[in-house]
């Protein structure tokens, strides 16, 4: 495998220095923090990610206070509490995106979050006792427990909830494979996604960085070379 300080100094070369990289990290994510995000914010956060999967994040996030209103502020036991006719009606609400399947997932990761939350006391504290260097884990516990939370959506999940998420795009793939880690070119399976598990945390026990600044350095390191402007106007990925 390439040396990981390799892999940086090229990301720092392109970006234009140490200084302007540094700004496009990010912030140290300290997951023990979760314990305190009430279960009507992780499940808003789920919604807006399914929400915003295959769609324009900025219509998402402009629309987002009707989801709010429109979704009774996320609160799991009240929506569970909620009759059928409550989400037929949802379906032609003008304050949210009209998609049938992702307001059903709404209704169906309330109690997913209620059921985590009674188990394990909230939902956030479940996700904050989670192994930090089993990622790939707790995406798959939420790929299968959770509804359409699968792939890229849980890991984007988990880095706008604060969670020090690696992300599995395009060009940190090509990374990995370029500084010679043998997977697939969508690292989807089960293997591959082990693979990259193992190299990310033998890079952050390494060098001491967080898993989402390696993943960050990664794919600033290859591929289009985008303007660090723009990455900075999006830095969620």
Not at 7 to 20: L, M, N, Q
Not at 74 to 102: G, M, T, Y
Not at 175 to 202: F, H, M, P, W
């Amino acid at each position: 495998m390439m040396d990981f300080a390799r892999i940086r100094a090229r990301a720092e070369e392109r970006k234009g220095g140490d200084a302007v990289l540094k700004s496009l990290l990010g912030p140290a994510f300290d997951n023990t923090t979760l314990a305190k995000v009430p279960d009507d914010r992780i499940l808003s956060t789920m919604a807006e990610r399914v929400f915003a999967a295959g769609f324009v994040w900025r219509v998402i996030e402009q629309k987002w206070p009707g989801f709010e209103e429109a979704f009774l502020h996320f609160e799991p036991k009240r929506l569970l509490f909620q009759p059928d006719d409550f989400w037929h009606d949802l379906a032609s609400d003008k304050r949210i995106v009209r998609n049938p399947q992702k307001i059903r997932s709404v209704r169906d990761n309330a109690a997913f979050v209620e059921r985590v939350s009674q188990e394990h006391g909230s939902f956030g504290r479940f996700l904050a006792a989670w192994p930090a260097d089993d990622q790939v884990g707790l995406t798959g516990y939420l790929g299968k427990h959770g509804s359409r939370l699968g792939g890229n959506t849980g890991q984007y999940l988990l880095r706008w909830l604060g969670w020090d998420t690696f992300i599995l795009s395009q060009d940190m793939i090509l990374a990995l494979r370029d500084a010679g880690l043998d997977i697939g070119e969508a690292a989807s399976s089960t293997k591959d996604q082990a693979k990259v598990q193992a190299q990310i945390n033998e890079w952050a026990k390494a060098t001491k960085l967080p898993r989402a600044h390696i993943s960050r350095i990664l794919s600033m390191s290859i591929g289009v070379n985008r303007p660090a402007e723009e990455l900075a106007s999006y830095m969620g990925e």
